[in-house]
């Protein structure tokens, strides 16, 4: 036992099978780090709502986004979450052989049919977006009609 010698599958070239793929990910998931990690350069926010009898209370998880690169939207009862980021270049003068720059850009909607357009408060606070919709009165109401 002790002569093994650990065996790479992703970079051995003596494995060609239509299981490389199924390999690949048994192998990532075993060389990762756990527990895994959100991150919004790979997922998008997580977001979550509650009702009460007059308002929807929405948070969101956006660690690290600032309120600049946050956009809210209310557009025929569809709320829309979105967040645009990108990394700007700065004029170094230093000699680079290599530089990156990202552009990140999510969005969450969800449908809120009694929204009141006119009543919606948000709040950042520690990277938790807080919002809160009141709702309006949608009922119908009954109507006396006249007749002539």
């Excluded at 308002?55 to 946050?70: D, F, N, Q, T, W």
């Excluded at 990108?86 to 290599?98: F, L, Q, S, V």
């Amino acid at each position: 036992m002790k002569g093994l010698v650990p065996f790479n599958r992703k970079n051995s070239s003596l494995l060609n099978s239509d299981f490389e793929d199924f390999y690949d990910m048994i192998d990532d998931f075993f060389s990762g780090s756990l527990p895994s990690r959100r991150s919004l350069t790979k997922d998008t926010f997580k977001v979550d709502i509650q009702e009460t009898d007059n308002e929807y209370l929405i948070e969101a998880e956006v660690p690290g986004v600032k309120k600049e690169e946050i956009g809210l939207n209310l557009t025929d009862g569809r709320l829309t979450i979105s967040i645009k980021r990108e990394e700007k270049a700065d004029k170094d003068t230093k000699n680079y052989i290599h530089r990156e720059r990202h552009y990140l850009s999510m969005s969450r909607s969800m449908y809120l049919s009694d929204a009141k357009p006119d009543d919606i408060k948000a709040k950042l606070d520690n990277g938790v977006l807080t919002i809160t919709v009141k709702k309006q009165d949608n009922k119908i109401h009954p109507i006396d009609i006249n007749i002539e």
